[in-house]
Every structure is written in C-alpha cells, then in structure tokens.
C-alpha cells in the first residue's frame, strides 16, 4: 500500500511566523504534490516537483515555497504566514508510469493562522 | 477560471437507490477524467478514472459516464450505502507529461440515509 504521511494533523502558528509543512511518501514515486482545501474551493494546487531538486508552481504559488532534496521527502514552506492561509493543506503523490493520473494523498494538515 | 465544475454542493439519497453526481468541464484538451471521495479528517483517495477516447467505465457499484461533446461527466453509484457517505471530488488531467496535474471541482457532499 502507499503511504503518504505529513508530519502534523493540526498546527496553529503565529502571522509572520515562518511554517514548514513536511511530507514523505514510501512508494518511490518520482511526482509529489500540495495542494489546499477550502470549502466551496475544491483542491487548488499550490506547487508539484517531478524530479528531486525539481520544482514547479501550481494554481496559487503565492506566498509559498517548496523544496525536494531527496525523492521520498518533499517540503511546503509558508515564508511568512498570513491569515488567509489558514487551510487544509494536502500533499499527494504519484508514479511517472501509465497511472499518472493516480494520485495518493496524505492525511492533511489543517492550519491555522492566529 | 473554474475549469471543472461541480454545481451540485451536496446531493441526499436513500440506502439502496442510485446516488448520480455530476461534473462539468470546459478544457476540451483534458485527457482523463477521475473522481476521488474524501472521509473527513483523511486524505482524498482515488475512486475510478475514465479516459477521453471512451464513453463509460465500470468498477463494481460505480459507473463513470463521460458525454464529450457535452463536457459532461457523471459518477453513479449503484446501490447506494451508507458508507458511501463523503465529499466526492471530480478532476481531470491532461496528458502529454509524466506527471500530470489534476484540476479539480469543487466537490459534492453525498449523504446516504439508512
């Protein structure tokens, strides 16, 4: 089975603080992704990497940076947080090969920013 | 520019009946369509896919209906259970990379009453 953890269920931080959110996943998959959930929103992508050291941003890159230092780690960075992102932060995973398309998704992280 | 679109925030149907959930899109260039349900506190997980060169996909009690020239597609889930209750999401994805980004709906609360 794949597993797709994140280092926190819930995290309440500070504006202005900076906030790490860490994802790791077991299955080797070259693919990995964040994205956030708010209600009415749907899953809006925020970053995705296809390689280690690779990045590429998503729909709301904004306010946000990653990083990808080894394949099964990768690292969503909050450089200074607001109050309008306070969110479900998801992180998914996935292979290169004919399944693409399937994503494997961590628990979350709800955030709240106070 | 809300690509995919589920119009329907929530849907309630009775054990036993057949659950129809719903899906519009707009970018013709999409090359899979999938659906994903999501329990509250857990990640999304993947439920059935269909590809853009076919009209119907079956997998047990879910059926997914795609109706190209209508950018229509629909999730049915026959007979429907009380442990079908969730957030269903809609997303779709083109090809053409290895990695793929999904764009996803907004999502529809399905209860299933006993």
């Known amino acids: 089975d794949v597993k797709v953890t994140q280092s926190s269920r819930y995290l309440v931080k500070r504006t202005g603080e900076k906030v790490f959110l860490e994802c790791v996943q077991d299955m080797d998959h070259e693919n990995m992704f964040w994205y956030r959930q708010d209600p009415g929103l749907g899953l809006r992508l925020i970053y995705f990497?296809?390689?280690?050291?690779?990045?590429e941003k998503g729909d709301i890159p904004e306010g946000y940076s990653v990083s990808r230092e080894k394949k099964e780690r990768f690292s969503l960075i909050l450089e200074s947080a607001s109050t309008n992102q306070t969110s479900m932060y998801l992180c998914a995973s996935s292979s290169s090969g004919t399944r693409f398309y399937e994503q494997y998704f961590g628990p979350g992280t709800r955030l709240t920013v106070t | 520019d809300q690509q995919v679109k589920q119009n329907s925030p929530s849907l309630s149907v009775q054990e036993g009946r057949i659950s129809i959930l719903n899906c519009d899109y707009t970018?013709?260039?999409?090359?899979?369509f999938l659906w994903y349900k999501k329990y509250p506190a857990e990640g999304p997980t993947f439920l059935i896919s269909?590809?853009?060169?076919?009209d119907k996909n079956e997998d047990g009690r879910f059926t997914v209906f795609l109706n190209k020239s209508a950018k229509h597609l629909s999730l049915h889930i026959v007979p429907s259970q009380p442990g079908d209750s969730a957030v269903y999401f809609c997303?779709?994805?083109?090809?053409?990379?290895?990695?793929?980004?999904?764009?996803f709906g907004q999502g529809t609360i399905l209860t299933v009453h006993p």
């Open positions: 970018n013709s260039m999409f090359d899979y």
């Open positions: 997303a779709a994805i083109r090809g053409g990379t290895s990695y793929g980004k999904l764009t």
């Open positions: 269909i590809s853009s060169i076919k």
């Open positions: 990497s296809y390689d280690v050291k690779m990045k």
